[in-house]
């Protein structure tokens, strides 16, 4: 039987693709507890879930770049949910890699948003699911984590790293009855790549990925390649021999 | 911002250059517009559903608004929905279906007014006061917004209504996007029986018969609309079928069957097919074949809505039937007293050039007035046919076809136009500089630059 996630936390609940899960499980009258940083439009997305038909959406505004709140907004999720079914962890930012190059603050600072961010929040949601013995967890990670580019490998060392962590969780709490996913999304028609001319058998829409993302938790499935046939081209791009990656400028 | 060559209207037949900014929260548009250098015009743009170019603005700025796509709030015992600017009807459709067959007790809520695609948004349909078949009944979609909000390009956000800002209530209604961006609306829903339809297609042999029509249907049929044949000529002239519907609960004591509407298009024309797809046989073969296939007498049947309102819907990108030079769609509204002798004229007028239409539609508007003050329905007759763009001779045939339709007395559709004279357009629309003094003055597009020039005559 298909896992309920009936009650699930999103952090990063105003970002295009986490939206697009939201909106698929409050139709199916889901109850929904949201984290995201600007209250004003957390509070548009909330009601915009409560008339597509969630059984209740309560919300924290919080900058997840702070981990020092991350233990008390677990709390205050199991607080409105009591049992959390499932997690989504979809925060994170996209920086220009000509910044991080110059600047190791930023690159640090990208670093910390993308990898040290989630791992903290996984660190504190892993204990209430395994006290549980239940649950989902989907991590938003990226096909830039799977082998470093020079046009972003700051953001890409963040989720490859991130990928690693949520591994190794997987393989620690699958013995607790919890399981833990990875989603790699390709490319997606979001606002945060509006600047680029979509179309082309690449593009996805994040409804399309958000339909995948929701099976995968449910099937507890390890890794998500979305769309599928990304998992192909990841697989070419990690094995392409050094001296021939050398002459890209990918 | 880079250049984009993609942003096309409908009917693909202008090709301009635009640059485009994609505000995916109302607060981003918000702080996005007082920014803007003050040379920039910038025009708001919905699903492009616009035919011609009244959605396109050459060498500058649209402002995408689909990405405030959210529903604000649904009262499901008043049928009262807010939302923002950039929602679908579509996704209203599907939401209240969700509710419909979750609803216990409360009233089964629908569209008041729907256009012939559920794919565009809120605000487009109010910028363009989209009318649906039901017209003699509901009037336009503009009679049934409650209330808007409207951002400026100076970054002000009015609340407009027929009590509110009303002035610039009835200038955003019907107008084109030129006063500014909607960011939501408030919208009264209608209470139907049912989500199902009573369907009734009546096949007829001439136009005189679509008027007698219209008129003993309007009484007990909530929609109607004939597709016409307008290849036939002589004693055939305006042969259709006349389609009417209503509203029904579908009937107790049977399990009504288990429909999938085209949510999204269940597949789409990947290319533009070559321009021979659409000649004089095949569309005159079509357009006989669909009149033939219609029975002789009235059968009726009860379905679902979808297939009804939007049977283009489940075809993604249709519009690519007509080649790369794309189509024009020519609309027109008629008077009353007129109607019956110019859509004879405009009818012989198109047999005669032999440019094959091959959607072409009738339908009586009633006299609902909308609050729009450039809302393109009055009380009379409107006729809608495609046109493959051939060039210069495809514009010759439409600017004959205005001259019928000014000396009847008529208008065209600005959703649908993309050629017609500065004349023809302000004779049609008299209250045209009424409307222009509530223009944002940071917006613009190619179809208002064009019809508001100088007149000459």
Same mark, same amino acid.
């Given at each position: 039987?298909? !896992?309920?996630?009936?009650?699930?936390?999103?952090?990063?609940?105003?970002?295009?693709?986490?939206?697009?899960?939201?909106?698929?499980?409050?139709?199916?009258?889901?109850?929904?507890?949201?984290?995201?940083?600007?209250?004003?439009?957390?509070?548009?997305?909330?009601?915009?879930?409560?008339?597509?038909?969630?059984?209740?959406?309560?919300?924290?505004?919080?900058?997840?770049?702070?981990?020092?709140?991350?233990?008390?907004?677990?709390?205050?999720?199991?607080?409105?949910?009591?049992?959390?079914?499932?997690?989504?962890?979809?925060?994170? +930012?996209?920086?220009?890699?000509?910044?991080?190059? %110059?600047?190791?603050?930023?690159?640090?600072?990208?670093?910390?948003?993308?990898?040290?961010?989630?791992?903290?929040?996984? +660190?504190?949601?892993?204990?209430?699911?395994?006290?549980?013995?239940?649950?989902?967890?989907?991590?938003?990670?990226?096909?830039?984590?799977?082998?470093?580019?020079?046009?972003?490998?700051?953001?890409?060392?963040?989720?490859?790293?991130?990928?690693?962590?949520?591994?190794?969780?997987?393989? %620690?709490?699958?013995?607790?009855?919890?399981?833990?996913?990875?989603?790699?999304?390709?490319?997606?028609?979001?606002?945060?790549?509006? !600047?680029?001319?979509?179309?082309?058998?690449?593009?996805?829409?994040?409804?399309?990925?958000?339909?995948?993302?929701?099976?995968?938790?449910?099937?507890?499935?390890?890794?998500?390649? +979305?769309?599928?046939?990304?998992?192909?081209?990841?697989? +070419?791009? %990690?094995?392409?021999?050094?001296?021939?990656?050398?002459?890209?400028?990918? | 911002?880079?250049?984009?060559?993609?942003?096309?209207?409908?009917?693909?037949?202008?090709?301009?250059?635009?640059?485009?900014?994609?505000?995916?929260?109302?607060?981003?548009?918000?702080?996005?517009?007082?920014?803007?250098?003050?040379?920039?015009?910038?025009?708001?743009?919905?699903?492009?559903?616009?035919? @011609?170019?009244?959605?396109?603005?050459?060498?500058?700025?649209?402002? #995408?608004?689909?990405?405030?796509?959210?529903?604000?709030?649904?009262?499901?015992?008043? /049928?009262?929905?807010?939302?923002?600017? @950039?929602?679908?009807?579509?996704?209203? $459709?599907?939401?209240?279906?969700?509710?419909?067959?979750?609803?216990?007790?409360?009233?089964?809520?629908?569209?008041?007014?729907?256009?012939?695609?559920?794919?565009?948004?809120? @605000?487009?349909?109010?910028?363009?006061?989209?009318?649906?078949?039901?017209?003699?009944?509901?009037?336009?979609?503009?009679?049934?917004?409650?209330?808007?909000?409207?951002?400026?390009?100076? /970054?002000?956000?009015?609340?407009?209504?027929?009590?509110?800002?009303?002035?610039?209530?009835?200038?955003?209604?019907?107008?084109?996007?030129?006063?500014?961006?909607?960011?939501?609306?408030?919208?009264?829903?209608?209470?139907?029986?049912?989500?199902? &339809?009573?369907?009734?297609?009546?096949?007829?042999?001439?136009?005189?018969?679509?008027?007698?029509?219209?008129?003993? *249907?309007?009484?007990?049929?909530?929609?109607?609309?004939?597709?016409?044949?307008?290849?036939?000529?002589?004693?055939?002239?305006?042969?259709?079928?006349?389609?009417?519907?209503?509203?029904?609960?579908?009937?107790?004591?049977?399990?009504?069957?288990?429909?999938?509407?085209?949510?999204?298009?269940?597949?789409?024309?990947?290319?533009?097919?070559? *321009?021979?797809?659409?000649?004089?046989?095949?569309? @005159?073969?079509?357009?006989?074949?669909?009149?033939?296939?219609?029975?002789?007498?009235?059968?009726?049947?009860?379905?679902?809505?979808?297939?009804?309102?939007?049977?283009?819907?489940?075809?993604?990108?249709?519009?690519?039937?007509?080649?790369?030079?794309?189509?024009?769609?020519? =609309?027109?509204?008629?008077?009353?007293?007129?109607?019956?002798?110019?859509?004879?004229?405009? &009818? =012989?007028?198109?047999?005669?050039?032999?440019?094959?239409?091959?959607?072409?539609?009738?339908?009586?508007?009633?006299?609902?007035?909308?609050?729009?003050?450039?809302?393109?329905?009055?009380?009379?007759?409107? $006729?809608?046919? #495609?046109?493959?763009?051939? /060039?210069?001779?495809?514009?010759?045939?439409?600017?004959? $076809?205005?001259?019928?339709?000014?000396?009847?007395?008529?208008?065209?559709?600005?959703?649908?136009?993309?050629?017609?004279?500065?004349?023809?357009? =302000?004779?049609?629309?008299?209250?045209?500089?009424?409307?222009?003094?509530?223009?944002?003055?940071?917006?613009?597009?190619?179809?208002?630059?064009?019809?508001?020039?100088?007149? *000459?005559?």
């Amino acid at each position: 039987m298909p !896992h309920p996630l009936q009650r699930v936390v999103i952090f990063g609940a105003t970002s295009a693709i986490a939206i697009a899960v939201a909106r698929q499980l409050a139709a199916e009258n889901a109850q929904l507890f949201l984290v995201a940083r600007n209250a004003e439009r957390l509070d548009s997305v909330a009601a915009d879930l409560r008339v597509r038909g969630a059984a209740r959406v309560d919300m924290a505004v919080a900058d997840l770049a702070d981990t020092t709140r991350h233990a008390a907004l677990v709390a205050e999720a199991r607080i409105s949910l009591q049992t959390i079914d499932g997690a989504l962890i979809a925060h994170g +930012t996209l920086p220009d890699q000509t910044q991080c190059e %110059r600047d190791a603050a930023v690159a640090l600072q990208q670093i910390s948003i993308n990898f040290l961010s989630p791992a903290s929040i996984l +660190t504190e949601l892993a204990a209430v699911m395994a006290a549980q013995g239940s649950g989902r967890i989907g991590v938003i990670g990226s096909v830039a984590g799977d082998r470093g580019r020079m046009s972003n490998y700051v953001y890409g060392s963040a989720k490859g790293g991130l990928g690693v962590f949520v591994q190794g969780l997987r393989h %620690r709490l699958g013995k607790q009855g919890v399981s833990v996913t990875l989603i790699k999304p390709g490319f997606v028609d979001t606002p945060m790549t509006a !600047h680029i001319a979509k179309g082309g058998p690449l593009w996805a829409t994040a409804e399309k990925v958000a339909a995948d993302i929701v099976k995968a938790m449910r099937g507890g499935k390890a890794t998500l390649y +979305t769309p599928w046939f990304w998992a192909g081209i990841m697989a +070419t791009i %990690r094995n392409v021999p050094d001296f021939i990656f050398g002459k890209t400028r990918l | 911002m880079p250049l984009r060559h993609d942003l096309l209207a409908w009917g693909r037949a202008h090709r301009y250059p635009h640059t485009l900014i994609t505000p995916a929260f109302r607060d981003e548009a918000l702080r996005a517009l007082p920014q803007l250098p003050t040379e920039t015009r910038w025009l708001p743009r919905g699903l492009g559903r616009s035919y @011609g170019d009244s959605g396109l603005n050459a060498d500058q700025l649209l402002v #995408d608004a689909t990405g405030l796509d959210r529903f604000i709030a649904l009262d499901v015992a008043s /049928g009262v929905l807010e939302c923002e600017a @950039g929602m679908t009807l579509a996704d209203i $459709l599907q939401l209240l279906e969700t509710r419909a067959a979750q609803a216990g007790g409360s009233p089964v809520w629908f569209l008041p007014v729907s256009p012939g695609t559920k794919f565009v948004t809120v @605000g487009g349909a109010i910028a363009n006061d989209v009318h649906g078949k039901n017209h003699h009944r509901a009037g336009c979609f503009g009679s049934h917004v409650r209330s808007l909000k409207l951002l400026r390009s100076s /970054g002000e956000v009015l609340d407009c209504s027929t009590t509110e800002n009303a002035e610039l209530f009835a200038a955003t209604i019907a107008g084109l996007g030129l006063t500014g961006l909607i960011l939501s609306a408030v919208i009264q829903l209608k209470a139907v029986p049912g989500l199902w &339809l009573e369907t009734e297609d009546v096949r007829y042999g001439h136009l005189d018969e679509f008027f007698s029509l219209s008129e003993t *249907s309007r009484a007990d049929w909530e929609y109607d609309v004939a597709w016409l044949d307008c290849l036939a000529s002589g004693a055939a002239l305006g042969r259709g079928v006349f389609s009417r519907a209503r509203h029904v609960a579908w009937p107790a004591g049977s399990t009504p069957p288990s429909v999938r509407p085209a949510w999204q298009p269940r597949f789409a024309l990947p290319v533009d097919l070559p *321009s021979l797809a659409l000649s004089r046989l095949t569309v @005159g073969s079509f357009n006989a074949l669909l009149w033939h296939r219609a029975p002789a007498t009235p059968k009726r049947r009860t379905v679902h809505y979808d297939g009804v309102f939007y049977p283009l819907d489940a075809i993604g990108q249709w519009n690519r039937l007509y080649g790369k030079r794309g189509f024009y769609q020519y =609309q027109c509204v008629l008077p009353q007293s007129n109607a019956p002798a110019a859509v004879r004229a405009l &009818l =012989q007028a198109i047999a005669a050039s032999g440019e094959g239409s091959f959607l072409a539609v009738l339908k009586t508007f009633g006299a609902r007035s909308s609050p729009g003050l450039l809302s393109f329905p009055m009380p009379g007759t409107t $006729l809608a046919l #495609d046109f493959a763009n051939r /060039g210069p001779r495809t514009l010759a045939l439409l600017t004959r $076809l205005d001259s019928i339709t000014h000396e009847a007395g008529g208008r065209i559709y600005p959703a649908k136009d993309g050629r017609v004279s500065a004349a023809d357009f =302000q004779q049609g629309y008299p209250q045209w500089q009424a409307f222009a003094r509530h223009i944002d003055p940071r917006c613009s597009s190619s179809f208002w630059r064009r019809v508001s020039a100088p007149a *000459s005559s």
